[in-house]
């Protein structure tokens, strides 16, 4: 997992497919039909919390997935750095 913030609030997450398929799996809040699980990921936040910037596995293959299951595997990561910024949605579980 890497989670940069540039200027301006813009927030840079990474995540690897170790990440994702560690969060997925996670024992008591597990996503047992998970999209993301396995797959890495990019995901970039302005500072208002909007989505301006994804990238699933390269862009190479399929870019969709789950936006409930998005929000709240992001949320999870971004909180463990970041708890007060715009781009959480929900309640953040620990990691």
């Known amino acids: ?40 990921m990019f995901a970039q936040f302005d500072g208002n919390g909007d989505l301006i910037d994804l990238c699933i596995d390269g862009g190479r293959w399929d870019q969709e997935c789950c936006s409930n299951e998005f929000s709240a595997c992001l949320t999870d990561h971004i909180a463990s750095r970041f708890p007060d910024h715009p781009a959480l949605r929900g309640e953040p579980q620990p990691i």
């Open 1 to 40: 997992m890497q989670i940069k913030q540039l200027p301006g609030d813009v927030l840079n997450v990474r995540l690897s497919a170790e990440d994702t398929h560690a969060w997925a799996t996670r024992p008591g809040a597990a996503w047992p039909c998970s999209e993301l699980r396995g797959r890495r």
